[in-house]
C-alpha cells in the first residue's frame, strides 16, 4: 500500500511537471547542442572501434542510436542513481566507470543497424565518447564547466519542485587560501566577473579578516565552524599526551582533533550540512568531510554525479587533461627559470587534477542536492586555489586561472538560489592566505630538522613533508556511507579508522606546517619554559637565532613572559620579569604591528612547542621562508598569509573596525538566529559583535 501510494505521488508530480513545461529558445538550444556534440562524438568513437560497426548509411544509423542514447539515458540514469544510494560507495565507483557504457550497450541493442561491440571495446568505445564530447564542448565554450552546472542546475530544479521547502537559508562556500587583497586583484583584472558584479551593484561587500596565528586551515575552520580559537596549533603539532603527530589532512587525525574541542553546538548544528571540508561544524549531514571522512555513495547529490552524463566521467577525462596542463606549466616555469619555484612532479600532476576537476565537480553536486532539497545551511570549502598555489605560487598566472571556476561555481549557486524554495543567502569566506618565498631547504641548503640535528647533536624526528596537499586524496579514498546525526565527541574517537602508529621517539621533534614549526622536547611532559629548554639543551636556542632564515623564535618563561628574539635583537610580550623588555633591533618589526599579539595568543594554545620557530619574511620582496617544499606557504607571519577575505550580503550588521575569526564565527551565528535557523535558547550564547570583541 505504501510503495502504491508512493508510486501515485510521484506519478502525480511527474505529471504536473509536464503540465507546467513549456518549450524556451534556451531549452531548444540546450537540446540541439547536446543532440550535435553527442552526435560527433559517437560518430568519431565508432570509426576509431576496431570493425566495421556502421553501415552504408552511416549518418542515419548514428542520429539514430544518438537519440535512443539520449532516450536511453534519461530513462536508465535514474535507476543507476537509485542503485548506487542503496550500494553506497561500491555502487558509486561502478556506476561512475559503467553507467555510460550500459547506457550505450542498450542503446546499441535497440539500433540492429550497427553491429554489437564486445564488452571491453564497449567500455572503451563510451569512454572514447565522453573524451570526444569533452574535447568538443571545451572547444565551444573554452571549458565544459558551463555545460556541467547546467545538467547539475536541471536535477536540482527538479528536486526542488518535489520538495516543500520554503523559508530564508545560508550558504557560505570557502575559498581556501585565497587573501583578500589577492580576491580584490583579481576583481579589478576581470578575473571574477559575478563576484565582481555582485560587489559593484551594492548587494554584498568585500571585507578582511586577520586570521592571527597559526594561518592555516584547520585553525581557521575550528575557528569558523566551531568558534574555537585556542585548540588549533597548526596544520600538524606534536601532541605529548598521545606521544605522537596529530596531522589534518588524516581522516583519523581530524576526527581526534575535532573531538578535542566540539561542543556539539557549531555552526552546522541545527540541521546544516558540511561539504569538503576538514571540521564538520557538528553538522548532522556531512560529505567528503575529514573529520568524518566518508566517500558518499549514498548521498544523493554524489550519486547523481556518478551516473550522470557529465558527471564521474566527463571529472575523470578533464583530470586527465589537468595532468598535461600541470606538465607543461611545471616545464616552462623550468625553462623560463621562474624563482622561486618548487618541483611539481611526482603525485601533485595527478592531485591536481582530483582537487581542481573531481573533488569540485563532486561538492559542486552534492551542495546543489542539499540546496534543492533545503537543507537550512551549508558549508562547503574548495581547495582548487591553495592546491595549485602551493606549488606555482599565489599570484602565479596557473593560479590565477583557477579564479575562472570557482567564480563559474559561485555564480552557479546564485542561480541555483533563485530557482529552490528556501531563499538562500550567499556568504563567501577564506581561512587565510598565501605568501610566496624560497623555502629554507632551497636557501640554507638543509632542512630546518637537519640544522636542529646539527645544532644540538642528537637525532631528531621530523615532520616536514608537505602533507596538506594529500588532503584531498586521503578525504576521496575514505570509504564508507554518510552519517546522519551529528556525533558526539566520544563516539568520534570510538568510530574513527585506526590512528598511525606513534612516530618514532627522538629527543626533539621537528613539526613543520608552511612558515612555521614547533619544536618538541619528547622526553618532558607538558609545555616547557624557557630556562627548562636551556637547561635541557644550551646550544639551541643560540643556535636556532643564528641561522639566517629564521625569523623568529619564541619561547614561554616561568613567569609568563613569551620571548621572541632573532640574531639581532629580543622583545618580551607580557609577564611581569625584572629584566629587559627589548634589546637591539625589534625582531617582530618585519611582520607588522599585529605580531606580537598575534604570537602572544598562539602562546595560549593547546600544544604550542616548547620552542616556536617562524620563517624569515623579507618584507622588500614580500617572501617567507617556508620550512616544507611549497613556493606558496602559510601558517606563520608575513605578507598576506593572515589576510583572509567574508563577502557577504550588503544588509547584514558587521561591525566597524578590524574583524578577527571569532568576529566572523558570531556574525555568522547571528545571521542564522536572524534567519530563524538557529534555536532561539542559542541566542544567549550569541553576544553583541561589539561587545564580543
Known sequence: MTGRGSLSRRAALAGREIAHWRPSLRWLRAVLRSFVVSFLAVAVTLWLVPGQQVPEDGTRSVATLVLVVLLVGALLRPILTRLTVITGVLGLLLVGFLAQSVVLGVALALVPSIEPIDFPELVLAAWGVAVVAAVLNWVVDASSGEVYLAQVLGRAVRTARRTDVSGPGLLVVQLDGVAEPLLRQAAAAGAIPFVTRTLRSGSHVLRGWHTGVPSTTPAGQAVLLHGEEHAIPAFRWYDKERGRVLECSRPADAAVAEADFTTGRGLLADGGASVANLFSGDAPFRALTMSDAKLTGSEPGAAQFAASRSGFVRSVVLLAGQVVTEWYQCRRQRYRDVVPRVPRGGSFV?????????????????????????????????????????????????????????????????????????????????????????????????????????????????????????????????????????????????????????????????????????????????????????????????????????????????????????????????????????????????????????????????HVGDVVVLGRYDPHLGEVAAFEELVGSHGGLGGWQTEALLVHPAGWAVPDGPLRGGDVHRLLVRRLVDLGLRRAEDEVVVPDLEAAR
Not at 565537480?361 to 602551493?390: C, Q, W
Not at 579508522?497 to 608552511?514: C, I, N
Request: glycine share 10%; aromatic share 4%.
Open 350 to 606: 595527478f592531485l591536481r587534477g582530483l582537487t581542481t576537476v573531481v573533488l569540485k565537480d563532486l561538492s559542486v553536486a552534492i551542495v546543489a542536492e542539499h540546496m534543492a532539497r533545503g537543507t537550512p545551511v551549508v558549508y562547503v570549502d574548495f581547495v582548487d586555489y591553495d592546491e595549485v598555489a602551493h606549488h606555482a605560487g599565489p599570484t602565479r598566472p596557473e593560479s590565477m586561472r583557477t579564479f575562472e571556476s570557482l567564480d563559474r561555481a559561485l555564480q552557479f549557486f546564485a542561480d541555483l538560489a533563485r530557482e529552490v524554495g528556501r531563499d538562500y543567502e550567499i556568504a563567501v569566506v577564506s581561512d587565510h592566505g598565501q605568501t610566496q618565498g624560497s623555502t629554507f631547504l632551497q636557501l640554507e641548503g638543509r632542512t630546518l630538522a637537519e640544522a636542529v640535528s646539527e645544532i644540538v647533536e642528537v637525532e631528531v624526528g621530523a615532520q616536514e613533508a608537505p602533507a596538506e596537499v594529500l588532503g584531498p586524496a586521503n578525504l576521496l579514498a575514505a570509504t564508507g556511507t554518510p552519517t546522519h546525526g551529528a556525533l558526539r565527541p566520544h563516539r568520534l574517537l570510538n568510530r574513527r579508522r585506526a590512528a598511525p602508529a606513534p612516530v618514532a621517539e627522538s629527543p626533539v621533534q621537528v613539526v613543520a606546517s608552511g612558515s612555521i614549526a614547533h619544536l618538541y622536547l619528547t622526553g618532558r611532559p607538558g609545555r616547557l619554559h624557557r630556562e627548562d629548554v636551556e637547561e635541557a639543551l644550551p646550544a639551541l636556542l643560540p643556535g636556532l637565532r643564528a641561522l639566517e632564515h629564521v625569523g623568529v623564535v619564541l619561547t614561554r618563561c616561568r613567569d609568563g613572559a613569551v620571548v621572541v628574539e632573532d640574531a639581532g635583537g629580543l622583545r618580551v610580550l607580557g609577564g611581569s620579569g625584572a629584566g629587559p623588555d627589548a634589546w637591539g633591533e625589534d625582531p617582530l618589526a618585519p611582520y607588522g604591528p599585529l605580531a606580537a599579539a598575534d604570537l602572544l595568543a598562539l602562546d595560549g594554545r593547546s
